[in-house]
């Protein structure tokens, strides 16, 4: 199940967003532009800075969870250096969304530099994870027992007895949590010894995450009006059901997702223009602003740490801890990624929004076939942007050429219907921030790794077909309907017939694209005579044991591997040219993934640090035994020789015993 299993998260957040595209269209089918940008002026400047304030006391309070997880980390941290790496990895993690994205990377490149362990990054990582959760329970359980009615979707619909169960065993896990802490201090958890914090730690946590979530949800509830039947604790149940779908959604912010259950929820106190206008400003405060403030913060943070090191002797450039560097192709196919899907997400909003596009200024002829194609263009550029912000997070070169196409064309497409600078503004700049990372997108797709097979061919006649169907089924609704492709699937007022191909059409051009887009399988050889023959043609000494190699693009340069649990264990830094040895790296990653399994690499020199750093991976020093040292143990001939290169989150402790049972793993000092 492994396979399936690693699509679940993906999936999971397709299903969320459709849902919530059914729910908004369903429930505000009537909603205009008009009528949020009344209700927008309508909220009162006061309303508008009490929000400001509460946002800003917001990420005050997220200061503290890294405050208090350096702490638990044993490493004392400044309050400046730990509020600026909060506010920065937080900022960042709440807009760019999608698993291999997330405010750990920054935490890892910041804190790291001011002198912690990997160990101890990993912890202030994992105390910052738990503590927002524990905040969560806290609330959550409160309203389920207090006022389970409150909660949408659920109250009135399951048994009351069942949401006070709910939200007692909540309760109960933090009771659990804080009694765990005074009375144990260690317990094994998947297999771990996990130190926990103390006593009077924990009942911080408990407070200030409680505090936090509170806080944030009074954004919201400051610029809502007042309205009858809608208290704190009300808002609060359905911002807390709203959040949680959109981190289950894994889209950048939430979009979609936790807007269209905002909607839903307060649907029976206020008028739907009211909850959008709130829902704009909220994450303008909370999302885009913060955005941008950390970028920029996090950004010239960066150049100076590069300025500084180029001001060095040659000689000593490149000092940083590895495990501190900044992954760059990491960052940017990030940043990608979000921007990309936020783009995507733009496109199938504007028909929700009644915009009716005009072409008069073009000459005649021309104006009537772009008005044909105003009402559906413009959501199918939007389907096919969030297809290939997938093909973008795997890295894909096909995928970076084709969004900054469709980057580009939906722009000018836009413009000329004269939807107002900022949407085809937006995609412009969503295409500067893609388009100088053309390096960080190397992987071939599949379409392109060699010649045009079957595999390939159907996907891309599929795609042809779906194209020219949608073309022929635009002119039959016509007229009836404003906007986009899922409005006329949802639509009661076209033929079901027509409103199935409709969506079949649509559903089979998204595969289509994927299929083509999706990156190459990564070849490896089984080991065996021949493999070792050619590893050692390479200069490499060929392990004792191994389960195969996988080769450079080149085919210059190798790395043996094992694989151990969840881990795919290379086996020293690759063997052969210079040239192709990085490329051999990556595709040992690329392998990885592909196998749904974690990276790993043991006995790696100092030299290749960097690309290990690349790729998301800390290197913790070994010592003459092969075994990676204890924290605080300082190599016993100074400075460390080989390290052990793998994620700190975990894979450290799942790596051991494989390490403790590999034959000829002593280490020999290298030059």
Not at 593 to 619: K, W
Request: hydrophobic residues 55%.
């Amino acid at each position: 199940m492994r396979p399936w299993l690693r699509h679940a998260p993906a999936v999971l957040g397709v299903v969320l967003l459709i849902g919530a595209v059914y729910v908004v269209q369903r429930e505000y089918r009537h909603l205009k532009l008009d009528d949020i940008t009344a209700a927008l002026h309508a909220i009162p400047t006061g309303a508008r800075w009490h929000a400001a304030g509460f946002a800003l006391l917001a990420y005050g309070v997220l200061t503290f969870y890294d405050r208090l997880g350096t702490l638990y980390a044993g490493q004392k941290v400044s309050y400046p250096r730990v509020a600026f790496a909060s506010f920065c990895a937080y900022a960042l993690a709440h807009n760019l969304g999608f698993a291999a994205v997330s405010g750990a990377a920054v935490r890892y490149r910041l804190y790291a530099h001011w002198g912690l362990t990997p160990m101890q990054i990993g912890k202030v990582i994992g105390f910052c994870s738990l503590t927002f959760g524990l905040g969560g329970m806290v609330l959550g359980g409160a309203i389920l027992i207090g006022e389970p009615a409150a909660v949408p979707f659920f109250g009135g619909r399951v048994p009351d007895a069942a949401l006070y169960a709910t939200g007692g065993a909540m309760v109960a896990v933090v009771i659990g949590y804080v009694t765990l802490a005074r009375a144990v201090g260690k317990i094994r958890l998947f297999g771990q010894m996990v130190e926990l914090p103390g006593a009077r730690m924990a009942i911080l946590q408990v407070l200030l995450a409680t505090v936090d979530v509170a806080v944030t949800a009074a954004i919201f509830y400051a610029l809502l009006p007042a309205a009858p039947g809608l208290s704190f604790l009300r808002l609060l149940a359905v911002y807390l059901a709203s959040y949680s779908a959109g981190l289950l959604a894994s889209l950048p912010g939430g979009i979609g997702v936790f807007d269209g259950a905002m909607l839903l929820g307060l649907s029976p106190y206020l008028e739907a223009p009211q909850i959008v206008g709130a829902i704009l400003i909220f994450r303008l405060y909370y999302y885009v602003i913060p955005l941008f403030l950390a970028g920029a913060m996090f950004a010239g943070n960066e150049v100076l740490l590069r300025s500084r090191d180029w001001l060095r002797p040659a000689s000593q450039r490149g000092a940083l801890p590895a495990v501190g560097r900044w992954s760059e192709p990491d960052f940017a196919v990030a940043a990608a990624t979000g921007a990309v899907a936020l783009c995507g997400a733009m496109l199938l909003s504007l028909g929700a929004l009644a915009i009716r596009p005009d072409f008069s200024w073009l000459d005649r002829d021309i104006a009537v076939v772009a008005a044909e194609a105003g009402e559906f263009v413009p959501s199918l550029l939007g389907a096919a942007l969030l297809v290939l912000a997938i093909g973008l997070a795997h890295r894909v070169t096909l995928a970076w050429g084709a969004t900054v196409l469709m980057l580009l064309a939906g722009a000018a497409f836009t413009a000329a219907r004269g939807d107002g600078p900022w949407v085809p503004g937006g995609l412009i700049l969503a295409t500067f921030v893609i388009a100088p990372y053309r390096r960080a997108f190397y992987r071939h797709a599949r379409l392109l790794s060699g010649p045009l097979e079957l595999s390939s061919a159907v996907p891309l006649l599929g795609l042809v077909v779906c194209v020219l169907t949608l073309a022929a089924f635009e002119k039959h609704v016509r007229g009836t309907l404003p906007g986009s492709w899922w409005q006329i699937v949802l639509s009661p007022k076209v033929p079901n017939s027509l409103r199935a191909s409709v969506a079949l059409s649509v559903l089979v051009g998204a595969i289509a694209i994927w299929r083509l887009i999706r990156p190459g399988r990564v070849a490896w050889t089984a080991w065996g005579s021949e493999a070792r023959l050619r590893f050692a043609a390479l200069g490499g000494d060929p392990p004792v044991r191994a389960d195969g190699v996988v080769w450079g693009e080149a085919d210059k340069a190798a790395i043996p591997f094992r694989r151990g649990g969840r881990v795919l264990l290379g086996l020293g830094d690759p063997a052969g040219a210079d040239s192709d040895r990085v490329s051999a790296i990556w595709r040992l990653r690329d392998l990885a993934e592909q196998e749904g399994l974690h990276p790993a690499i043991h006995g790696t020199g100092p030299a290749l640090l960097q690309v290990y750093a690349d790729i998301g991976l800390a290197a913790f020093p070994l010592g003459a035994d092969g075994l990676p040292l204890s924290e605080g143990e300082a190599p016993a001939s100074g400075a460390a020789r080989h390290y052990l290169v793998c994620r700190p989150d975990g894979d450290l402790a799942l790596l051991l015993p494989l390490l403790a049972e590999m034959p000829g793993r002593r280490l020999e000092p290298t030059a």
